[in-house]
C-alpha cells in the first residue's frame, strides 16, 4: 500500500536516531517538537540539537498506517504531507482508532482520523465552545455530547507538534452534529478544541493516491451522515402537501356548487317479472363533472335494487352502474337492533355535460308482499368526494413516513454507542 | 436528492388532484365502478 506520492523534500532536517542509528526526518522544522523513529519507534526530542531521547518504547507492537508517512495528497484544495502518525485506544483498552498528521507550511496542520474503515478531516479550533450538560455550541452550532471518556496513546510514528509519550493519557468528550464531531481533549494543564467532519475514505484514497483498498467501514459512525434524505426536509414537504390538499378540498367544498338535476318517484311492482323504467330527461351542464345518484326505498327486512344506465341523449352512449339499499332490523336477547339503510349514494366520475335520462331495472328480495313500493332516485351535478382526497394523503403519507422510519433507525443504531442517547436511556434502581 | 423527488411528485400529484378534482375523476369510483372499462350503447349489459 504504499503512497506513489512519497517524495524527498528540500528543507528536511535529517539526523540518526540515537538510539538505533536509523535517520530520522523532520519536515516541519521549527514546529515539531518531537519525533518517533520509524525504526525503533524510540521517540526524539526534535528541538535539541543533541537529540535527546524522550522515550524507549519497549514494546513490540508496530502499527503499519495505511497512509504511509512522507505520503503527499491534495485534500480540501491544499496539498498536505502526512508528518505523523499515532494509534490511540480508549481507556479500556477495547477500541483502537488511527490518526495521520497532515502538514501544509502555509495551513499548519489538520488530522485525519480513521476508526472501523470511517474517516474524519479534523482542524483545530481556538473558539472555545459554550458547553451545557448534554450539548456544546460554538460557531452558531450546537453539539450533541456523544461520548466522555479517556484516550490514550498506543503507538507513535513519525513528527508531532508537541512532546508525545506512548501511554500519555487525555479525557475526551466527543459532541457531534453529523456530519461534524466537535472534540475536546484534555489535561489539567490544558485544553484543545476541534472539528472533524466526517469524510469518504476513498476521497482520501484518491488525494493520497493509495493503492490498494482501505477498510470498510463498520457500523454507523458517531458523525456519520445518513444517507436517507433529511426526514425533517420530507416532513416539511409533507406539511405543504398536507396544506394545499386540504385548502383545494375545503374550498372544492365551500365555493363547488351541486345542483340536483333530477328527482323522480318510481313505482316497483312486485307482481310484474321485469320492472323497468325510464326516468325524465335532464340536463348535465359544463364539462366533465361527476353525478351523484341517490336511491331511496322503504325496504324492511329486505333488499332492493337498480341496474341502471345513464344515458346521453345525443349519441346513445349510456354508462352502466349498479346500486341498492338493504335495511334489517330485529330484536335478540342484547336488544333490539338494525342494520344498512334505506338510502345509498352512488358517484358517477367524469360525466361529460349534455341532456340524459336514466334507464332503470329494478328488483327487490321476495317478500311475499303484493303491496306496490315507490322508490325515489335523485341526481345531483358536481358533488364533493372524499376518496381522491384520501388517497392522495395516504400516497403522499408513504415515503416520509418510511424515511423517518429509516432516519430513526439509522439514529438508533449510532446512539447505541453512546451512553448520551436521545433514544433510550439507562435507569437504575439503585 | 430524495428529497427533492419527493417534492417533485408530490407538487405532480396535487396538480393531478386539482386536475382530477376539476373534471370530477374520482379515483375510488373508477376503481369501484369500473369506469376505466369502455362505455357502450344502452341497455349493452343487460
Sequence with gaps: ?430 | MMAKLYLTFGVFMILSFFHFNNIGWGFMQALSSGSWGPKGPAGYHK
Design chain 1, 1 to 430: 500500500m504504499a503512497g506513489e506520492n512519497q517524495v524527498e523534500r528540500k528543507g528536511v532536517v535529517k539526523f540518526d536516531c540515537p538510539n538505533c542509528g536509523a535517520t530520522v526526518n523532520v519536515t516541519a522544522v521549527g514546529q515539531t517538537l518531537s519525533v518517533a523513529c520509524g525504526s525503533c519507534a524510540s521517540i526524539i526530542d526534535a528541538t535539541d540539537e543533541r537529540h535527546q531521547i524522550l522515550q524507549k518504547v519497549a514494546s513490540a507492537k508496530k502499527v503499519e498506517p495505511l497512509i504511509p508517512l512522507g505520503t503527499r495528497g491534495k485534500l480540501r484544495g491544499t496539498v498536505y504531507e502526512v508528518i505523523g502518525f499515532m494509534e490511540r485506544c480508549d481507556g479500556t483498552r477495547t477500541y483502537f482508532w488511527r490518526e495521520y498528521l497532515l502538514f501544509n507550511p502555509k495551513k499548519g496542520f489538520r488530522w485525519l482520523t480513521e476508526f472501523d474503515g470511517h474517516w474524519n478531516y479534523v482542524i483545530s479550533i481556538k473558539d472555545k465552545p459554550e458547553v451545557s450538560q448534554n450539548t456544546a455550541t460554538v460557531l452558531n452550532k450546537v453539539y450533541r455530547l456523544f461520548l466522555k471518556g479517556q484516550a490514550q496513546v498506543s503507538f507513535v510514528l513519525g513528527e508531532f507538534y508537541w512532546r508525545v509519550k506512548v501511554g500519555e493519557q487525555v479525557n475526551v468528550r466527543d459532541y457531534i452534529r453529523p456530519p461534524e464531531m466537535l472534540s475536546c481533549e484534555g489535561t489539567k494543564d490544558e485544553t484543545i478544541w476541534s472539528i472533524g467532519e466526517y469524510i469518504n475514505g476513498d476521497e482520501i484514497r484518491t488525494a493520497f493516491n493509495i493503492k490498494g483498498t482501505f477498510p470498510f467501514p463498520m457500523g454507523v459512525a458517531p458523525n456519520q451522515p445518513t444517507k436517507a434524505a433529511k426526514s425533517s426536509e420530507v416532513r416539511r414537504y409533507w406539511k405543504w402537501f398536507l396544506i394545499a390538499l386540504f385548502a383545494f378540498q375545503f374550498a372544492d367544498l365551500i365555493l363547488s356548487r351541486s345542483p340536483t338535476v333530477l328527482t323522480q318517484v318510481f313505482t316497483f311492482n312486485p307482481q310484474l317479472t321485469v320492472n323497468s323504467f325510464q326516468s325524465d330527461s335532464f340536463e348535465l351542464t359544463g364539462g366533465s363533472k361527476n353525478v351523484e345518484v341517490r336511491l331511496r326505498a322503504p325496504v324492511s327486512n329486505n333488499w332492493f335494487e337498480i341496474e341502471a344506465d345513464l344515458v346521453n341523449e345525443a349519441d346513445g352512449d349510456a354508462e352502466s352502474f349498479g346500486q341498492g339499499v338493504e335495511y334489517y332490523y330485529g330484536v335478540d336477547s342484547d336488544g333490539s337492533w338494525s342494520e344498512g339503510s334505506q338510502a345509498s349514494t352512488k358517484v358517477l366520475s367524469a360525466v361529460e355535460g349534455g341532456r340524459y335520462h336514466l334507464k332503470i331495472n329494478a328488483s327487490r328480495g321476495n317478500d311475499y308482499s303484493t303491496a306496490l313500493m315507490n322508490f325515489e332516485v335523485r341526481v345531483k351535478r358536481n358533488v364533493t368526494t372524499w376518496g381522491n382526497f384520501i388517497f392522495l394523503i395516504i400516497l403522499l403519507s408513504i415515503y416520509p413516513i418510511w424515511a423517518w422510519w429509516r432516519e430513526r433507525s439509522f439514529e438508533s443504531v449510532r446512539w447505541s454507542q453512546s451512553d448520551y442517547s436521545p433514544y433510550w436511556s439507562f435507569s437504575s434502581e439503585d
